[in-house]
């Protein structure tokens, strides 16, 4: 069944390709997030176990709306592991870092988020795209916010 939603096939793509980085990058941070929850140690124990728990939690319903959002676009989301490691521009992790590394590298994990939530953005705001403007306005919201309680820890 064909699709009418006032957006062209060619803008549903475009919108779609940049909001699989964004679901890439989410689910990317999502993995390193709750792994940083399971072996944090130190000082910062509680606080980091607790702060990566919320936050964890918060990553894992954001995939799935921006997903849900691609699927509203008629555009099949990416789902494993495979796709998500060519999308993703967050490097893994696959040792485990003192408290300082795991939240800087979290720091890096938001910060990129908001870059392609911001181009993702740009993209629906040309299209006329309000929803998909929404979605990206919500995790450009969050991301900053969590970069930045992040970033404070170090300072």
Not at 34 to 49: D, E
Request: with cysteine; hydrophobic share 40%; net charge neutral.
């Amino acid at each position: 069944m064909a699709i009418e939603i006032g957006l062209s096939k060619k803008e549903r793509e475009t919108i779609a390709k940049s909001l699989s980085v964004l679901l890439a990058d989410t689910y990317s941070l999502y993995l390193k997030t709750h792994g940083f929850h399971w072996n944090v140690t130190g000082p910062m124990f509680n606080t980091l176990h607790l702060m990566f728990e919320t936050q964890y939690n918060e990553l894992w319903l954001a995939a799935d709306l921006i997903a849900e959002r691609m699927r509203a676009l008629d555009v099949y989301a990416p789902g494993s592991y495979s796709q998500f490691g060519k999308l993703s521009t967050i490097k893994e992790e696959t040792g485990v870092p003192d408290w300082k590394a795991m939240v800087q590298q979290l720091v890096d994990g938001h910060e990129s988020c908001v870059r392609i939530g911001r181009a993702t953005f740009k993209l629906a705001d040309k299209a006329d795209d309000q929803p998909t403007a929404d979605l990206a306005t919500q995790r450009l919201q969050y991301h900053e916010k969590t970069a930045w309680m992040l970033r404070s820890l170090l300072r």
